[in-house]
């Protein structure tokens, strides 16, 4: 029979822009650390490692063998989860199926990223397809930018309530001690912030980070032992669905749209913004908090804008988005889906400290590649049926 | 713990140079072979999970180019980076965790679009040794060293493992290199790195192989007799080759152990009926088959040339022509898979050997062997 | 391949990965490099717990999971462990190195694992596991490995 399985403790690095005082492996085991320490165990007792990078972006191959020193792989089972942005996200539903399987008691989960090692946009170029789309496509951000012209010519946004997101999750952020971004920014400040590619201006946009998280879940005969509160995982669900970038519905996210329902239906969520107590979403740009909240099932199409404007997302509000300060305020790419799953891990373990949404029973992290991919998670306080 | 079984298996033919197939046109082929030898269709397949490498492939996020061609459009789907045992072994945990019943596991690459030395190169630590230039070739060259030096054995107690392996190849329609060599063939061909002769080495080859694992619950309801999955198991050593010995395999070793041990096998010289292993060079069919307790250390080489190994001795290894007659890196370790689940259903064709109820199929990850993937593989449940 | 595609001359696009990297070496690796580059000096940090002594130096010991504070001296004379010769001139191979080119994996007296590097004024027929080898220093050193430039037999 399949195990239930819940995260029994997290760890991360504090993300900055430079780490020059250490390689990569170092960094990783600073949050492996971290993680052992919060799970109040040592590394005997881990029975698989799971890591994953965006390979390009360290120019490490083999990063799974490379890493074991930092890691504490030395003769345990290692093996590498990589699907470029997802990648976090990827880890945390891997980790998940290998101790569902009862192939693994306890299995760590390392994602990381040293973005300051390599030109991130000259790395994310080398996605795209070499004969048809990477000789006219410019980076991450070009495809982002024809999302949010699609969203504002449906729904009539603008790119004032891509904003407002921005203003609350560097907000958010300020009470992280772990984000890269401390620093509140106003609605001007973001409008007049240099445009990258119309309408998405800098401060709409995620930074560049070095950083690492570390997860441990373990299955249900174990994990009421190790800790006291545990962060069931409910449902995991992931669609990375199109090659070519004509492919896409600029405008919805649709591979959001089909995870999201995967995920209610297999659980029995019918009405999510009164079920989810909070959501941590992988939104590497403001607009993406406007348009993805929508294919989620949150609200209907076009009505983001006016419930974030109403102060529902914020700290405080009835459904809080991204209270880490989210992507806008920190992405070690290959760390940052697996953040995600981590706060939302913190949130139901009452473990946010100054950024504890209260009363958390159902959490929602997701993991999001810059080809429209989508993974998502289910984190609950409750153990699953 | 439930069961699994691999229930169809489709191998594209491993060539040099596939110069009329991207990497979505070889995954293609290769799923519809699997789909077909199970008797499916995409729909039947629960998950995917696809197997690649970004160095390798030239690509980040490497998965992209074959996600839809290995249907996985509108389906639950990851990647793992590695060999293809590893891929294999998510899609295993995934047919067993209460989610999906039937994954479809990919692993692809061709190597004629990339300068391998390069590749592998960039596995080595950029602080500490990148720059001084070695590759996979050089790197097995010294445990190639290591070995012999350990041993005593020469280069011509290893060149028999070419002449067989490239003879097997003379059986299998999709071996990229079948030949028929003399010792004397082996002995001349070009020196690439002491003791590693151009016949010692694999190529480096463009290929897709695709494998369907299903929860025991659904695995009898297609077209083939399911092949169990008795035990598996990975297990990675230290990086840095100062901190290995080199002239052992301390992580096949455990790999091995617990493979065997979930399998059941106490005694796997006399249980293990066929092996497909990962024979990226000659020596290392020799120092595998000893880790894994297949024959005593320094000792396979004797055996080798007594008989031992051959098809129709007493434990054929890679009667499929292994590696050293094609090598697909990334999708090795699943032709290794398919291999085997090929010789347990009798379906081996002309490769078959006769005896072959019980199969053990081997991958490796990292540079000298630093990581392995030991399945054990049964017609019977 | 179908009918459909008889005739069609299969195109070719080349290109390279080209993204520059800079890697952080971190405070461990930039403390050994400095010990090369100004004191041609080899020293290598040993975990408190179990004492072993790593070559190359790294900051945490992987067997006790905890962080190396102790540096001590090396020597740089030691042991080859095992080497390797090209006779290829292989891609990875940096452009100032003439085949053959022979890297060996060297233990130094006083480290517990060996290091990986070039073995010079010696020829490939000559080297053997077990022979002692001294590390010599390059004239200009930048703060690299190859601040070492090889390491010749001791005679």
Redesign the interface.
Known sequence: MAKRVAIVGTGQTFHKSHRPDVNGQELINEAVQRALADANLKMKDINAILIGNMDHFEGINYVDCWSVDGSGGVMKPVIKITTGGTTGASLAIGGYHMVASGMFEKVLIIGWEKNSESDTTGAITTAFDPIWDRQVFAGAISGLAAEAQGYMARFGACDRDAARVSVRDRKHATNNPHAQLRKEVTLEEVLASPMLADPIHLLDVCPRTDGACAVIMANEDVAGKICSVPDWIWATAARHSYTYLGDGDWGRLTSMEKCAKEIWKKTGIKEPRKEIDVIEMYQPYSFAGLIWIEDMGIVGHGEAPQYIWDGNTDMGGELPVNPSGGVIACNPIGATGLIRCAEAAMQVMGKADARQVPDVNFAVSTGFGGCMWTDMLLHGKRKPN | MDKAAIIGVGMTKIEANKERDTFADMAWEAVNKALADAGMTIDDIDNVITTSSDFWDGRTISCMAVADASGAADKNTSCVEGDGTYGAFYGYARALSGSYKTTLVTGHSKGSQCVSSLITNSAFDPIYERGLGMDMVTACAMQANAYMDRTGLKPEDMAPVSIKNHGNALKNPLAQLPMKLTLDDVMKSEMIADPLRKLDCSPVSDGCCAVIIAHESVAAKFKQQPVWIKGLSFCTDHFFFGDRDLARSNSLVEAAKNAYGMAGIKDPKKEIDVVELYDAFTYQELLWLEEMGLAEYGKAAGLLKAGHFNMDGPLPVNPSGGLLAGHPVIAAGLYRIAEVVLQLRGDAGAHQVKKAKTGLAHGVNGLCGQSHCVWILDKER | ?ADV?KGVE?I??N?K?????????????SRFFISLRDDRKIIAPRCGTCKKVF??P???C??C?TENTEWIDVSSEGTV????????P?????AD?KIP?I?G?I?LDGAD??????LGDVK?EEVR?GMRVKAVFADSRTG???DISHFKPVK
Do not use: C, N, Q
Not at chain 3, 82 to 87: D, L
Not at chain 3, 113 to 118: E, I, V
């Open positions: 391949m595609f299969p070719i696009y290109s990965i080209s993204v520059p990297y800079s890697w952080w070496a971190g405070d461990t690796a070559m190359p790294r900051k945490t992987p067997e999971f462990v095992s080497y390797s010769v090209a006779r290829r292989l891609e990875a191979i940096p190195k080119v890297w994996l233990k694992t060996a290091l990986l590097h070039y490939p596991i690299t490995i190859r």
